[in-house]
Nanobody, 115 residues
Framework: QVRLVESGGGLVQAGGSLRLSCVAS????????MGWYRQAPGRQRELVAT???????NYDDSVKGRFTISRDNANNTVFLQMNALKPEDTAVYYC?????????WGQGTQVTVSS
């Protein structure tokens, strides 16, 4: 059974920073991708950033230059460093793991950015 646990969310003022972490446990194959998505109230879940097991990254245009995704393959952990946060970044952030044709999601962590 695969489980994803996120942490690091919270309340921060505009311009501040937060670092999210997501630890995957269970039967994790070495070939996979991990990523962060977010969902604001009344909106669909959207891509924030992804990273492959080889380190290739992809970012939504809205976070390029402010957010950095990274991973620790040895510990099946993915991070999201968020700088220069804006009120429009407020959302529940979800960790996603994709491997051998299956998708797994974490339970989400709330990020709130006050103006």
């Amino acid at each position: 059974q695969v489980r994803l646990v996120e942490s690091g969310g919270g309340l921060v003022q505009a311009g501040g920073s937060l670092r999210l972490s997501c630890v995957a446990s269970g039967s994790i194959f070495s070939t996979n991708f991990m990523g962060w998505y977010r969902q604001a109230p009344g909106r669909q879940r959207e891509l924030v950033a992804t990273v492959t097991d080889g380190g290739r990254t992809n970012y939504d245009d809205s976070v390029k230059g402010r957010f950095t995704i990274s991973r620790d393959n040895a510990n099946n952990t993915v991070f999201l460093q968020m700088n220069a946060l804006k009120p429009e970044d407020t959302a529940v952030y979800y960790c996603k793991l994709g491997m051998v044709g299956r998708i797994y999601w974490g339970q989400g962590t709330q990020v709130t950015v006050s103006s």
